[in-house]
């Protein structure tokens, strides 16, 4: 998901029984970080400048999430899995909060390989290091969880990881990963981020299945307790073996963490309203702007927060399945996105919170702005010729999508969409929009939120005011997560994360290879030469000034292939919670950092004695 690079620390570790051949000695670099593409700038801090190490253990800290839940192993890619499993085990390495794509010391002391010709890594794993039960955590751990990944996860995994051909135990502490290219500096960032099982811990279990059995981990929690679909618990281990390692002071300050389940957004408000959990994070400006002025907001038990970050701005989006008809045509979905009135809908529905998404990088420098660069038309040059008509007149322009006068009529976009669809051949009879064969278009969307209809009504009745058919189809979320997963839908909603340095996520997102993958990201079903091609030149770039140029490149793509309609998002997050919680003075750029807060006793005491008051 990351890529950089630095050429820092050029020697080499001993590298116990790894044969390597005449020559590479001088290629190779032994450091004790991961950073492709930029310098990592707290290699030598003894605690994360975002930490406080004065912060004090204790309290509990919890928050809701959405469904229900089946399954701890979130590797398998089977059933729900649990929120919050993440912190029973432990990665290779850990992610700087403050740098794209730099990782520190955590499992691993320190990784060697040539990061000009990336051909393979060895991690160097810390003597010293422990899962929960006491026993050491090995290579062949490290070994036993990458072979598992690779055969036994969903196909999105095992796509993430298809670059990796081998693993290697060198020693009880060194474990070699080669891969099938000799130039792919961004694996050994991929592999430092997954969690590391125990080999002896799954020895009688099957990996494939669902399962609530607890699985043992190094990380700094243990599971406390499960009530099977409703809630799990998590207690501090206070033999947590890394608790000193710099990445780690100052952070896990809470003795339980808690995930409470609801089926719906708004239920879940209503329980943080009265106490049932103390996080919220608001994912509606209706409700941001006016619902937070209950009791407890009032007497200042409960405080807004609005953190304003520097990653991307994930990219919302009304998704086209591109599989099947009529969304086959690129036409037809050029003329949709002037069906989308976002304008209207920030004034009426959103209280001017919310910014249009012009890109799939917004508020970043990956986004693509303007005209392209001279960089950005040779990368693009040889691969227009490739492109339908339509795609490469939108790749070459200076883009923006549609934009109406936010009267809430929207008549000069759909008088637009109306003439791009007759001049696609598209015809209207009885008001009803038909397709070539003088069949009607008739379209499924589907959702599973409950609050979702209200904000995406308003695009229905644009589509229907182009004659088109339009069925909202809401399922429960088991129903709309195996629909997902199988492709079965003809339009839905999609949150799709970014990174500040992408990588080989990217093919899982708009790759051809995982269009027709069950369980993969590819929603849109994008099979486009021209992308794969720009993908590849996103994961194979030398330095971020390359990086930056094919993401801008890849962007103008994915906007003129009109695969998905971007709407809207804010560059920032909606916390709320009640006034028990402290933060340190230095907040990280790339994430609100909750694993550094803890808990204020007397904010807490004056929390219970409120809420028992209630």
Known sequence: MNSLFVKVYPYVLALGTAVLPQGVWAALQTTPFIAVHSAPKYASLAIMPYANIKAPKGGYLSTASNGTFDNLNSMNGKGSSVDGVNYLFDSLMSSSLDEP?????????????????????????NPKAKFSDGSAVTADDVKYSFDAYQTKSNPGLQMYLADLTKTEVLSKHQVKMSFKSDNNAEMPLILSQMPIYSKKDWAKKDFTRVTLQPILGSGPYLIDRIDAGRSISYKRNPNYWGKDLPVNKGRYNFDRLKYVYYRSLDIAFEGFKSGQYTLHEEYTARKWVTEYNFPAVKAGMVVKYRFKHSNPIATQS??????????QDIRLRQALTYAYDFEWQNKALFYGQYTRLQSYFANSELEAKGMPSAGERAILNPLLAKLDPVQRAGVLKNWQYPVSDGSGFNRN???QARQLL?????????????????????????????????TLMPFVRNMKRLGIQVNVRQVDVPQYIE???????????SVMPQSLSPGNEQAQFWGSASADQDGNYNYAGIKNPAIDAMIEQVIRAPDRQALVTSTRALDRLLRAGYYQIPTYGKGENWLAYWNMYKQPAVKPKLSTGIDYWWSDAAQANKVANYLRKQ
């Open 318 to 327: 009304f998704v086209f399945n591109t599989r099947r008809n009529p969304f």
């Open 413 to 415: 976009n759909l008088l």
């Open 422 to 454: 007759i001049q696609a051949g598209y015809k209207y009879k009885n008001g009803q929009l038909m397709d070539h064969k003088g069949q009607p278009i008739q379209i499924e969307f589907l959702i599973h939120q409950d609050g979702l209809q209200r």
């Open 483 to 493: 629909r997902m997963r199988s492709k079965d839908f003809d339009m839905t909603t």
């Open 101 to 125: 794509g730099v990782m520190y010391p955590l499992l691993a002391t320190s990784v060697t390989f040539d990061p000009h010709k990336t051909a393979y890594v060895i991690f160097h794993l």
